[in-house]
């Protein structure tokens, strides 16, 4: 068996929304339009990445939460009714998904030994996360690639960001290992938005653009900064500046799905392509893709 790779990475914001304004046959809700620049960047990542082809895509999502250890699904298939406790009328999402286990169970195994708390969830009716589901679903609309699904253990929250940070880095280093023994070809998927302060009142039309904007200046100037590093192949910096970004823009990056995809990635220090930014909410989310493919063409190319 050759040895495994990461193809790519991506930061894969989970706003329902965007999967609501795409209606796809799987969702309920109908929309008319609506966060046009983010579905429209989602579109080009999503054929930058599928075009590497991948066997696999592996997901850590914040709506997963666990107290007790990294949870990953452990069954072939899950298919279920997701609905987002927040927006109802949004997201009414049918689900049906195949589970790389044999990947799931290597990835549990590499965290265990490295000393991090793990376990399967070996549960057919368990109902599949909407952060899960709408980061692989705005990649992989077909859901004709198994995933590898993880939990949010919340360690920055009970334990600080500086052990966040560590457990989640170990976690990556894990994640990459695991991969690299099973041989497989995998794209990685961090569900998170980047700043995270939302409006509290809803338009009457979700989808009214007129009310979409940024909802903080101070927020949205991390968000920059933040995406001004990953154009520069600064994710060294991102990690060390992180727990501040974290704590003042009030970001989604907490639950630790962007610490462990750039550990996965080994910490890239080339360029990341940012597809798009727009806001959810006022949220700021971004989508980025880090492909050194893509990256060697470009420095061909200068
Ligand atoms: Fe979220």
Not at 28 to 47: F, H, K, Q, S, T
Not at 57 to 75: A, D, E, M, R, Y
Not at 151 to 177: I, K, P
Request: hydrophobic letters at 40%; charged letters at 20%.
């Amino acid at each position: 068996m050759s040895k495994g790779s990461i193809l790519a990475g991506v930061l894969a914001p989970h706003p329902p929304h965007l999967v609501y304004a795409e209606n796809p046959p799987q969702n309920e809700p109908r929309a008319e339009c609506g966060w046009e620049v983010l579905r429209w960047g989602y579109e080009r990542c999503r054929r930058s990445v599928l075009a590497l082809d991948p066997e696999v895509l592996i997901v850590h999502s914040p709506h997963w939460k666990t107290v007790q250890g990294h949870h990953l699904l452990g069954v072939d298939h899950f298919e279920g009714l997701s609905v987002d406790p927040i927006f109802p009328h949004l997201f009414r999402y049918h689900y049906e998904l195949d589970v790389d286990v044999e990947l799931a169970e290597a990835i549990a195994e590499a965290a265990h030994e490295a000393r991090l708390v793990s376990k399967l969830m070996r549960n057919p009716d368990f109902r599949v996360d909407y952060g899960t589901i709408a980061a692989c679903h705005l990649i992989n609309p077909a859901w004709d690639i198994p995933i590898v699904a993880i939990s949010s253990n919340r360690a920055h929250f009970d334990f600080g960001n500086d052990a966040g940070q560590e457990e989640m880095l170990r976690l990556g280093e894990a994640t990459l290992r695991a991969v690299e023994s099973t041989g497989r070809r995998a794209v990685v998927l961090a569900s998170c938005s980047l700043s995270h302060r939302h409006f509290t009142v809803e338009p009457e039309i979700p989808e009214d653009m007129s009310h979409e904007h940024v909802y903080h200046h101070g927020q949205y100037l991390w968000d920059m900064h933040l995406l001004e590093l990953f154009r520069r192949g600064k994710s060294a910096q991102v990690l060390d500046e992180m727990s501040d970004f974290i704590e003042q823009a009030t970001s989604e990056a907490k639950d630790g799905s962007l610490t462990w995809m750039l550990a996965v990635l080994g910490i890239p220090d080339y360029p990341a392509e940012v597809h798009a930014y727009g806001n959810v909410i006022g949220t700021g989310n971004a989508v980025v893709e880090w492909n050194p493919v893509l990256h060697s063409h470009e420095a061909e190319e200068s």
